[in-house]
T-cell receptor
Framework: RKEVEQDPGPFNVPEGATVAFNCTYSNSASQSFFWYRQDCRKEPKLLMSVYSSGNEDGRFTAQLNRASQYISLLIRDSKLSDSATYLCVVRGGSARQLTFGSGTQLTVLP | EAQVTQNPRYLITVTGKKLTVTCSQNMNHEYMSWYRQDPGLGLRQIYYSMNVEVTDKGDVPEGYKVSRKEKRNFPLILESPSPNQTSLYFC???????????FGPGTRLTVL
């Protein structure tokens, strides 16, 4: 089983739609969680950190469920510019390494 | 401008010819790392460094070497490249392990 697993998609949604991605992790001692965004052929960039209490940044909401070992990302009112690959990132129990999921591809259609 | 730079951006080489990919950051970050990205496998960490002269293996270190003689630089060395090292490579830095990772623009390497 992979340490961090994501549904690869692709998710094709119309503009204005709400879309949700889940990511599961295997190490129950994992300490930090992030969502990164990667545009085609470009470097990943931090979208948001994920806090235990959940957090929101504009149209984006991130949730952490430690009991079930998954994190989620909700995007409301999708824009064309949201089209990208979304990477789930987890810092494991060793606290020295980050593990990236393989990414979920989102395309927002006009 | 705060940034991570990598050179070269694109490289085509042949099996066995030693090469170095440079990485430099101007943010005074302690933590630096190298990743490779392959289709369906995501980003996998090759090596990381917590500080000058401190380096550790990541998940896929075989066939790679690194050094951290200065805080700002973290070169990736392939002593004898092989075709299975054809990949997209990213260097990243952060203030701390839990902090935001800043990535370089990537180096696309092809080994024939």
């Amino acid at each position: 089983r992979k340490e961090v697993e994501q549904d690869p998609g692709p998710f094709n949604v119309p503009e204005g739609a709400t879309v949700a991605f889940n990511c599961t992790y295997s190490n129950s001692a994992s300490q930090s969680f992030f969502w990164y965004r990667q545009d085609c052929r470009k470097e990943p960039k931090l979208l948001m950190s994920v806090y235990s209490s959940g957090n929101e940044d504009g149209r984006f909401t991130a949730q952490l469920n430690r009991a079930s070992q998954y994190i989620s990302l909700l995007i409301r009112d999708s824009k064309l510019s949201d089209s990208a690959t979304y990477l789930c990132v987890v810092r494991g129990g060793s606290a020295r390494q980050l593990t990236f999921g393989s990414g979920t591809q989102l395309t927002v259609l006009p | 401008e705060a940034q991570v730079t990598q050179n070269p951006r694109y490289l085509i080489t042949v099996t066995g010819k030693k090469l170095t990919v440079t990485c430099s950051q101007n943010m005074n970050h302690e933590y630096m790392s190298w990743y490779r990205q392959d289709p369906g496998l995501g980003l996998r960490q090759i090596y990381y460094s917590m500080n000058v002269e401190v380096t550790d293996k990541g998940d896929v270190p075989e066939g790679y070497k690194v050094s951290r003689k200065e805080k700002r630089n973290f070169p990736l060395i392939l002593e004898s490249p092989s075709p299975n090292q054809t990949s997209l490579y990213f260097c990243a830095s952060s203030l701390s392990l839990a902090g935001e990772q800043f990535f370089g623009p990537g180096t696309r390497l092809t080994v024939l």
